[in-house]
T-cell receptor, first 113, second 112 residues
């Protein structure tokens, strides 16, 4: 699975959009981009995933560049409860799911009041 | 809908003691997993069960055993606990091996 690079930390004002970047320059054609988050002391929570088209659900939007070498997770109106570590994970769809989930160090997002 | 439920939430063991961590999911998922998370580190896979009746080793299986009791339940056993097994343990499940995983709230285990 491709390696990902994320900034270690970011701040965002409450009510503003939080844009979390992820670089995955070695991504291959059959690899998906997944985002999870882990709120302090809780289990990781699935947010969204995509292959090459932009995706949106009730939690967030995922923007993947045309060359698929980077992506951005967007939380449109961040709240204090969105403070968490956000993990960007790239993995091949057919290589297995959670057993192939490699959680790196992620980005600590702090939403400020 | 409870999702993935782990018991107990906290546990303190003495070195050499044994215990079983329980995990149950009510989402009719086929695949289940056990991870451990140490301070400042990501999650590492211990064992997984792709479907009922099958189990496989993950990245760090030594010192652990698992049982996929039925489709709902997947337990993790420490036969002789060691201080190096002090960690937070997470159970997860997914509809199949190729879909997103849902995690429990974790079991915080301390071995003294």
């Amino acid at each position: 699975d491709a390696k990902t690079t994320q900034p270690p930390s970011m701040d965002c004002a409450e009510g503003r959009a939080a844009n979390l970047p992820c670089n995955h320059s070695t991504i291959s054609g059959n690899e998906y981009v997944y985002w999870y988050r882990q709120i302090h002391s809780q289990g990781p929570q699935y947010i969204i995933h995509g292959l090459k088209n932009n995706e949106t659900n009730e939690m967030a939007s995922l923007i993947i560049t045309e060359d698929r070498k980077s992506s951005t997770l967007i939380l449109p109106h961040a709240t204090l409860r969105d403070t968490a570590v956000y993990y960007c994970i790239v993995r091949a769809y057919r290589s297995g799911s959670a057993r192939q989930l490699t959680f790196g160090s992620g980005t600590q997002l702090t939403v400020l009041p | 809908n409870a999702g993935v439920t782990q018991t107990p939430k906290f546990q303190v063991l003495k070195t050499g003691q044994s215990m079983t961590l329980q995990c149950a999911q009510d989402m009719n998922h086929n695949s289940m997993y056990w991870y451990r998370q140490d301070p400042g580190m990501g999650l590492r896979l211990i064992y997984y069960s792709a479907s009922e009746g099958t189990t496989d080793k993950g990245e760090v299986p030594n010192g652990y055993n698992v049982s996929r009791l039925n489709k709902r339940e997947f337990s993790l056993r420490l036969e002789s606990a060691a201080p190096s097994q002090t960690s937070v343990y997470f159970c997860a499940s997914s509809r199949s091996e190729n879909t997103e995983a849902f995690f429990g709230q974790g079991t915080r285990l301390t071995v003294v």
